[in-house]
């Protein structure tokens, strides 16, 4: 089976940066992605990783560790709308994807 | 482009009711998935359509889930008789094809069970 594991809250004041950090086990990998999620909305896709290495696309930032089964996502600059939920969902070998529990950010002031 | 258009958006049903949620995935999108997600939690996939073909349910409660994908493009999901414990979000996807790594969220159906 799968098991990822993600912090459930952290907070970050306005400005600064944050790692979301997110660990996995699977049996085969085809991926590893997040998305992120407002109150109450649809998650929406932020970054895909399949091989080693930092992603990087705008503010934020997706990087992969595949012998460690790790990833993190980094943002930076800080923005309040940033205050959201971030999913870390991984594509097994012949399996769908299966999403972690999430990590609810709040960006304070 | 339009994006994964769900119905109703809320619904509130007593328990032993029937309810249906509709999905009618992004043009083109060969793959559709049903999620449950309930709060603090992330999705949780139920089923998994490639065109009219369901090739992923084993996570579907038959006894009281169905779905359907008639024509390959819009999409139903029942559940009868429902119970309280299905109280949760439920969330429709499409992705080009199961290949393709970037699913698009429709905005969920919140169920609520009394």
């Known amino acids: 089976g799968q098991n990822i594991d993600q912090p459930t809250e952290m907070t970050a004041t306005e400005g600064a940066i944050v790692q979301i950090n997110c660990t996995y086990q699977t049996s085969g990998f085809n991926g590893l992605f997040w998305y992120q999620q407002h109150a109450g909305e649809a998650p929406t896709f932020l970054s895909y990783?399949?091989?080693?290495g930092l992603e990087e696309k705008g503010r934020f930032s997706s990087f992969l560790s595949r012998s460690k089964g790790y990833s993190y996502l980094l943002l930076k600059e800080l923005q309040m709308k940033d205050s959201a939920s971030y999913l870390c969902a991984v594509k097994g070998g012949n399996t769908p994807l299966v999403f972690g529990k999430g990590t609810r950010l709040s960006v304070i002031a | 482009e339009a994006g994964v258009v769900q119905s109703p958006r809320y619904k509130i049903i007593e328990k032993k009711q029937p309810v249906a949620f509709w999905c009618n995935p992004i043009s083109g999108h060969n793959t559709l998935y049903w999620y449950l997600q309930n709060l603090g939690q992330g999705p949780e996939l139920l089923i998994r359509y490639e065109n009219e073909e369901a090739v992923d349910d084993s996570q579907l409660p038959k006894d009281r889930f169905s779905a359907e994908r008639l024509k390959g493009v819009d999409s139903t999901l029942k559940i009868q008789p429902a119970e309280l414990g299905d109280s949760a979000v439920y969330l429709c996807?499409?992705?080009?094809?199961?290949?393709?790594?970037?699913?698009?969220f429709g905005p969920g159906t919140r169920l609520t069970v009394t």
């Open positions: 996807a499409s992705s080009l094809d199961s290949g393709t790594y970037e699913q698009y």
């Open positions: 990783n399949v091989l080693d």
